[in-house]
Nanobody, 115 residues
Framework: QRQLVESGGGLVRPGGSLRLECVAS????????MSWYRQTPGKERELIGS????????VTGESVKGRFTISRDNPKNTLYLQMNNLQPEDTGVYYC????????WGQGTQVTVSS
């Protein structure tokens, strides 16, 4: 059974950091393009960035460049999102996704940035 399980979300104060994890199972993680997305209140789900099979990790979201970093550990079947200098506008649900024609989503993890 294919599965993506996100964790690491929670409540953090402005300026704080969190590291999200997405553990994959049931498919060839090492050979998959993986992405992080988020959905903030009142907005469409947006792409944060992606990690290619050869470990090329790109953050494309303009609002998070310089603050968020994507990485992966293929032996652990895990995708990471390191988030620094979090701001209230980063509050939302964060999802990982296996890209491609056989792509699918995880269930998401809530991140709340508030003082």
């Amino acid at each position: 059974q294919r599965q993506l399980v996100e964790s690491g979300g929670g409540l953090v104060r402005p300026g704080g950091s969190l590291r999200l994890e997405c553990v994959a199972s049931g498919f060839a993680f090492y050979n998959s393009i993986m992405s992080w997305y988020r959905q903030t209140p009142g907005k469409e789900r947006e792409l944060i960035g992606s990690s290619a099979t050869h470990d090329e990790n790109v953050v494309t979201g303009e609002s998070v460049k310089g603050r968020f970093t994507i990485s992966r550990d293929n032996p652990k079947n895990t995708l990471y999102l390191q988030m620094n200098n979090l701001q209230p506008e980063d509050t939302g649900v964060y999802y990982c996704k296996k890209e491609g024609s056989s792509g699918f989503w995880g269930q998401g993890t809530q991140v709340t940035v508030s003082s």
